[in-house]
């Protein structure tokens, strides 16, 4: 399975275990934003940060499995969703999840393609059972 996760920056190091576990696993993660150097602020690095947006744009295209951590804040990861939705729209064969307290905290969050779920461990469970037991 392809995976892709959207999360604020603060959720990054728990976000990396989980894909190198993924990773170990032989699932594929689409594209890895936890390894990235910090591009803020992004106008200073507007060359770097187009190519970096223009590359998980394109991730999302090729993911089976798109997961959201919810939060009461943050940018970048609900314009992932958008994406996220709309390649769902073009064939609905791409499963989204919104985790936490927050996933259903705007109007978005409820488009009939969304999966609510209260955690991570939901996902994975549902996901792949086989390694549910030994995620992090």
């Known amino acids: 399975m392809k995976w892709y996760f959207a999360a604020r920056t603060k959720h990054k190091l728990i976000l990396n275990k989980i894909i190198k576990f993924y990773l170990r696993e032989n699932h594929k993660v689409v594209f890895d934003w936890t390894s990235l150097e910090d591009l803020e602020p992004y106008s200073k690095n507007a060359d770097k940060s187009k190519e970096i947006a223009s590359k ?4 999302i295209h090729n993911t089976d499995i798109f ?3 919810s939060d009461p804040a943050g940018t970048d990861m609900f314009v992932e969703l958008g994406i996220a939705i709309a390649c769902w729209m073009q064939n609905q064969k791409l499963r989204i999840y919104i985790t936490g307290e927050y996933n259903k905290r705007s109007l978005m969050h409820l488009h009939p393609a969304i999966i609510h779920v209260n955690n991570l461990k939901e ?4 996901e792949c059972p086989e390694l549910f037991e030994n995620i992090i």
């Open 56 to 59: 998980i744009s394109l991730a």
């Open 67 to 69: 997961v959201l951590i």
């Open 123 to 126: 996902v994975f469970k549902k």
